[in-house]
């Protein structure tokens, strides 16, 4: 070729799914972090939620007992649904926890995280141009896989002077009508906003007045910050399964997020629909990994309580730090995160961020994220420990953040 000829570009580009995902929302405070890392500025990461605790130590010594057993072969490839043992762990974990009855055999299966579940339940179950009804702020793989699926996505805010619930009667009629499928996470992921039996009892009955499918995400359900405050399923109000799928991760309550297991119970014919999809894309969860998680669902549960003592000081910890500054904001109920409102001089909370980040080194995330009512928060991620918590919030004084 000259040099006076243009490269030949190829044909293959990428495709109209993925032209219509927008760039990740919080890429940019993550470029901005590296970059300060790069240039040696001390970073308090409080961006991530990326536990920083070690897991249950009877998940390391099953994993490693499974890894070396010479009579059971965990290496090969895994079943799509996952191990009878891990199901029937599941099954048996939903009757102590929440005494919901659960099949092991038709209504559960293992994922590689809950996020792969998301994910394939968008695929499986909803055409490009479908309506979803999408409870926000909310955890941001919702919003891209339902980008890459092109559904049509009608935000429900989660107002904070509703204690971040959504208000069905808000809902239009017609988009109530059009959509196919609710989507809810309590404890929610960034708010820290709580369900209440009262509000399941409400979304069933909308869910069923308008033939919406609903699923609920508890990843959070076991790490509650009020040590009086017990998370419900959305299982205990659907009991029959008649339109509920439901998601749990290992990632935040067992400070699992490496080793990527979850799993969905709910409605059989879904679960057979996400077994469908996945045996077209890939396998199972490592069979090693499996076995660990099913010990420690088998196992006593004093870790989760453990971990939410933990973060429950950290949060009490920054926001003592910065009670000077005057920031309204309630201590949450749940999860590992503040939802804190940025300062009002700040146009938008992507602008707060970056201010933070250059001012004191403090990472957090911008709330413009989570989805439209989002906007106007940032949120704090407790995964440093309590010293590091508390000195973000004095650096946050010393800066002059005031509310």
């Not at 495709?15 to 929302?25: D, I």
């Not at 038709?106 to 055409?127: C, M, P, Q």
Request: proline share 7%; aromatic share 10%; hydrophobic share 40%.
């Amino acid at each position: 070729m000259s040099s006076s000829q243009s490269p030949v570009k190829p044909r293959l580009a990428a495709s109209e799914r993925l032209q219509n995902v927008p760039p990740y929302a919080l890429a940019r405070v993550f470029q901005n972090r590296d970059e300060k890392l790069r240039q040696g500025v001390d970073v308090i990461d409080l961006g991530v939620g990326n536990p920083d605790v070690r897991p249950p130590q009877v998940a390391l010594d099953a994993l490693q007992a499974a890894l070396l057993d010479p009579k059971v072969q965990n290496h090969r490839y895994p079943s799509f649904n996952g191990l009878p043992e891990f199901r029937a762990a599941v099954a048996a974990w939903y009757a102590r926890r929440f005494g919901v009855s659960v099949d092991a055999e038709r209504e559960a299966v293992a994922l590689v995280g809950s996020k792969e579940g998301i994910a394939k339940f968008f695929l499986a179950h909803l055409n490009p141009g479908d309506t979803i009804l999408l409870c926000t702020p909310c955890y941001p793989a919702y919003l891209g896989v339902a980008a890459l699926a092109q559904v049509r996505v009608i935000e429900v805010p989660l107002d904070p002077a509703n204690a971040f619930r959504p208000n069905l009667g808000a809902i239009l009629e017609d988009e109530a009508g059009r959509a196919k499928v609710l989507f809810l996470n309590y404890p929610n992921n960034p708010t820290g906003g709580t369900e209440t039996a009262e509000l399941y009892d409400e979304i069933l009955a909308f869910a069923r007045r308008h033939d919406l499918f609903v699923v609920s995400d508890i990843a959070y359900c076991d790490l509650p910050l009020d040590p009086e405050y017990r998370a419900r399923s959305f299982l205990q109000h659907d009991r029959d399964k008649e339109r509920t799928l439901e998601f749990h991760s290992f990632s935040k309550s067992y400070s699992m997020q490496g080793w990527r297991l979850g799993f969905a119970v709910g409605n059989q014919e879904i679960v057979a629909n996400l077994t469908r999809i996945k045996s077209n894309m890939d396998f199972g969860v490592f069979m090693a990994i499996q076995r660990a998680g099913l010990a420690v669902l088998n196992g006593p549960q004093t870790y989760c309580a453990e971990a939410a003592k933990l973060y429950r000081a950290r949060g009490e910890a920054l926001l003592s730090a910065i009670s000077p500054l005057g920031y309204p904001v309630s201590r949450p109920k749940a999860t590992l995160y503040l939802w804190l409102p940025m300062p009002r001089r700040f146009a938008t909370s992507l602008d707060f961020a970056g201010e933070l980040l250059d001012k004191t080194g403090v990472v957090v995330s911008p709330g413009s994220g989570f989805g439209q009512a989002g906007e106007g928060y940032v949120r704090v991620a407790l995964c440093v420990d309590e010293a590091r918590c508390r000195e973000a919030g004095e650096r946050m004084v010393k800066a002059g953040f005031h509310w």
